[in-house]
Nanobody, 124 residues
Framework: QVQLVESGGGSVQSGGSLRLSCATSGYLTESYSMAWFRQAPGKEREGVASIDSYSSTRYAASVKGRFTISQDKAKNTLYLQMNSLKPDDTAMYYC??????????????????WGQGTQVTVSP
């Protein structure tokens, strides 16, 4: 079992920055993929950024160059640094884990463990 707890969401103005954190506990296999997803009201869940156990990364086109995913294995924590935020980035952001998936994935179906989400609101 893997438990994920997100933090760091909040309200910022357009152009601002936020850093999300996801604290991980429980057993995560040696090979894994972890990712950030987001879901805005009335929209489907969207993969934002992913990282695997080898620190290979993958980003959605809409956030590439603005968001950076990273991990601190010693602290069992996943991060998402979000810069140059736009109103379209407003959503609930979720952390997810996929044990034994050894490539960064943005497909929600690959992930069996999810956090409760943290809200990000970007005002114009």
């Amino acid at each position: 079992q893997v438990q994920l707890v997100e933090s760091g969401g909040g309200s910022v103005q357009s152009g601002g920055s936020l850093r999300l954190s996801c604290a991980t506990s429980g057993y995560l296999t040696e090979s894994y993929s972890m990712a950030w997803f987001r879901q805005a009201p009335g929209k489907e869940r969207e993969g934002v950024a992913s990282i695997d156990s080898y620190s290979s990364t993958r980003y959605a086109a809409s956030v590439k160059g603005r968001f950076t995913i990273s991990q601190d294995k010693a602290k069992n924590t996943l991060y998402l640094q979000m810069n140059s935020l736009k109103p379209d980035d407003t959503a609930m952001y979720y952390c997810a884990a996929a044990p034994q998936v050894n490539t960064p994935s943005l497909w929600p179906g690959a992930f069996g463990y999810w956090g409760q989400g943290t809200q990000v609101t970007v005002s114009p």
